[in-house]
């Protein structure tokens, strides 16, 4: 991993074409303007989180895992869960 | 008046009026846009969230099952989609806020980090990453009494 440490208004190129810049830092966040040809996906890195945890989800379950999802959240439930 | 073929469900015959239009897709699914939400005696409380253009199910429980006090912040595209005043939402009336679940080797996981949130009055749906801090992808589903994170 590439660490190197910028001020507000600096940036960094990456490739020839991708610029991240440094708009504003507070004490818990920095402010980020990235400048990117339109085929270079940006996103937030949680979004790949959740796209795989989809593609995780979206398989079919069979029945038995069927019927223990719904046991273990009706045992949740009458736990006195909200 | 359509008919989607289920995996759960078999054929499963729905209204015009029933279906959730999520214009910007999911994440991972971007083209599945339109989804009705189907729930059986059998499999309560699990909603299913059954694409009307293909076999994806997503199987969800609402939010607050799992953390009772639940409340998301989201980022303002988020809550233009859903045409919402706030941006700090609980689950409510009109405002449906479900988990995606998964089951891998028998442990099941809860996705409260990106909840699936509805306007039911408007119809229309998004997969919000929220923007407070403390929830998981992977919020574990146990029962009372195991170890809950």
């Known amino acids: 991993m590439l ?8 940036s960094l190129m990456i490739g ?7 708009l504003e830092v507070a004490s818990n966040w920095v402010k980020l303007g990235i400048t990117a040809p339109r085929d270079v996906s940006v996103q937030r890195k949680e979004v790949r989180v959740v796209r795989q945890e989809n593609q995780a989800a979206a398989r079919a379950l069979d029945a038995t895992e069927l ?4 046991a273990i959240l009706r045992r ?3 736990a006195g869960a909200g | 008046m359509g008919k989607i073929n ?4 078999g054929t499963l015959a ?19 846009k339109h989804f009705v939400s189907v729930e059986q005696p059998a499999s309560r409380p699990l909603i299913f969230l059954q694409s ?15 953390a009772p006090e639940y409340v998301a912040e989201l980022s303002a595209d988020d809550q233009a989609v859903l045409g919402l005043r706030e941006s700090r939402v609980r689950p409510g009336a009109e405002l449906l806020m479900l988990a995606v679940l998964s089951v891998d080797d028998k442990t099941a996981a809860a996705n409260l980090l990106a909840p699936i949130v509805i306007n039911l009055r408007r119809r229309v749906g ?18 009372r009494g195991g170890i809950v994170c």
Do not use: W
Not at chain 2, 52 to 66: E, H, K, N, Y
């Open chain 1, 3 to 10: 660490v190197t440490r910028r001020r507000i208004g600096e």
């Open chain 1, 16 to 22: 020839g074409e991708v610029e991240i810049q440094v």
């Open chain 1, 67 to 70: 019927d223990g999802l719904v």
């Open chain 1, 76 to 78: 949740e439930k009458n």
């Open chain 2, 6 to 9: 289920s995996p759960y469900f």
């Open chain 2, 14 to 32: 729905y209204r015009r009026e029933e279906v959730l239009d999520f214009p910007g897709g999911l994440p991972g699914f971007e083209d599945e």
């Open chain 2, 52 to 66: 009307i253009s293909s076999g994806l199910c997503l199987i969800t429980a609402p939010v607050q099952m799992l």
């Open chain 2, 126 to 143: 998004v997969q919000a990453i929220v923007l407070n801090e403390g929830y998981s992808h992977r919020h574990p589903v146990v029962e």
